[in-house]
């Protein structure tokens, strides 16, 4: 999955950035228009004035944040860091919403993107060619500038990208086993791997798949699930870079107890390719879009074990109408036709709120 998605020669998103919407191969919330980003905008100018307003200073080193500095310049007060920002078009919008409605936060604002792809770094850096000087790079969270983030870590699709383990129940034996790839005459193929030395039963436990015996007894032989530490290791990583401020992560997926439905013994990881969803995600490696649902079960925890709090679980309607109420209190008249037809593309349960979670998680409010 991660060879599919990301080499750097033959990796789907490192192949072209027009993969995204009518003429690629699937819709996301930024392809709908700029009211997602500016909506996201106006919750982190709510929230960055929080910061303003409640920060104490942390302090790392003996030093006062503010006299840090990054790559020789010094560093502003607030930070918004991205993770899989695909071509930067989300980044543009909620930019331009700060640069027209809170310029005083944009003047005392950095944005950083965590892009480890240099192929991706070209898109991002010509779509954001319009606020250069005020986008920053980094590799990874851990090669963020010393001193933490004073600010908002957010991801939107990003998770479900992540490579997974594909785990199948053996009733025979009562245990799990893990799926890897083969290869036959011209094709991959699905191959049991032998002799695996982890205890997935463990591993599924802390990440909120805690299986009591009678469910086991009842559990259909080859049931799958995915799991994903890739995910986890991601979100914790993040927890650590956040000295104060929120961190949030808008994707699909459900808590761990709904990977366990009837309905559902065949997993979530689907291929995506020209707007049509397939089962078989070994066919045209390279050439479709990989993902898996994200177990929020497995990221809050590990959130909560990092020392955040846990602000909310949302779906992406309730998370996104909330800020609609707050952002424009007399709705007569707020949207213009354009806004409406986004709105409803972004709320809607048979549009792209129908599996979107939102998780908030924060440290020091």
């Keep these: 999955m991660e060879l599919a998605l990301y080499c750097p020669k033959f990796g789907y998103y490192e192949r072209g950035a027009d993969r995204v919407g009518c003429h690629g191969d699937f819709y996301t919330s930024v392809s709908t228009g700029s009211l ?39 560093r502003s007060a607030f930070q918004l860091v991205e993770g899989g920002a695909h071509d930067g078009q989300l980044a543009l919008d909620i930019m331009n919403w700060l ?33 250069a000087g005020r986008v920053f790079w980094a590799q990874s969270l851990q090669s963020l500038p010393t001193g933490g ?67 086991k007894a009842v559990l259909p032989d080859g049931f799958v699930i995915e799991h994903c530490p ?23 997926g459900f808590i761990a107890e709904q990977f366990l439905a009837p309905g559902r013994g065949k997993g979530t990881l689907r291929a995506y390719r020209r707007h049509q969803v397939s089962g078989d995600v070994l066919a045209n490696p390279g050439e479709q879009d990989l993902t898996a649902h994200v177990n929020f079960t497995q990221i809050q925890r590990a959130g909560e074990e990092e020392g955040l709090k846990t602000e909310g679980f949302f779906t992406q309607a309730r998370f996104l109408t909330a800020i609609a ?26 549009h792209l709120s129908r599996s979107f979670r939102a998780l908030v998680q924060s440290r020091n409010r």
């Excluded at 982190?44 to 942390?58: I, K, M, P, Q």
């Excluded at 991601?234 to 956040?242: G, I, K, N, S, V």
């Design 230 to 252: 890739a995910a986890e290791t991601w979100w914790r990583q993040a927890a650590a870079a956040l000295c104060h401020g929120w961190l949030l992560t808008i994707d699909y």
């Design 149 to 215: 983030v004073h600010g908002v870590i957010f991801s939107n699709e990003l998770l479900d990208a992540f490579p997974v383990h594909r785990l199948a129940w053996d009733r025979t034996s009562r245990k799990w086993i893990e799926w890897g790839v083969g290869w036959r005459g011209d094709h991959f193929v699905w191959s049991r791997l032998i002799d695996v030395k982890r205890d997935w039963d463990s591993e599924l436990a802390r990440a909120g798949f805690d299986l009591t015996p009678e469910l």
């Design 99 to 131: 640069q027209r409605h809170r310029p005083h936060l944009l003047d005392r604002l950095e944005y950083w993107l965590i892009e480890p792809s240099q192929e991706r770094q070209v898109w991002q850096r010509a779509k954001l060619e319009p606020v």
């Design 36 to 74: 997602f980003g500016e909506m996201l905008a106006y919750q982190f100018a709510l929230w960055l004035e929080d910061v303003e307003t409640r920060n104490a200073g942390c302090r790392t080193g003996g030093a006062e944040r503010g006299v840090h500095f990054a790559f020789g310049v010094p």
């Design 325 to 350: 109420g707050r952002m424009w209190p007399d709705a007569t008249g707020a949207l213009s036709p354009s806004q409406a037809r986004q709105f409803q593309s972004l709320t809607h349960p048979e």
